[in-house]
């Protein structure tokens, strides 16, 4: 009977070092998950300004590409001034509402 007591301390001492290191890997797992998802945050605020800029810089260029068209259809001479500068105004302006709707 002395040795299966001393067999089933032993058994007992094992089993809490066991829980005990269960308990440390389960705070080390959520310290690392912490961190993890504190770099997942970082990186889609990261993607998430540079599509700010590839977004404010398509709607730029799709501007220039247009008054660049107006510029250049002149109908052989036959256009006024006047119609392409208001032409230029109104994407100007449709330009300038879009990249303030975009802050």
Known sequence: MFGKHSRLKSLQARKR???AESELNRAELAREWACL???FKSIVQHVQ??????????????????LRRVFSRRNNGKASWLSTVIK???LGTSLWMAMRSRR
């Open 17 to 19: 070092l066991l829980l």
């Open 37 to 39: 998802n504190e770099e």
């Open 49 to 66: 300004s540079v599509g700010a800029l590839v977004s404010k810089a398509s709607v730029l260029l799709a501007g220039f590409a247009a």
């Open 88 to 90: 230029g105004a109104r």
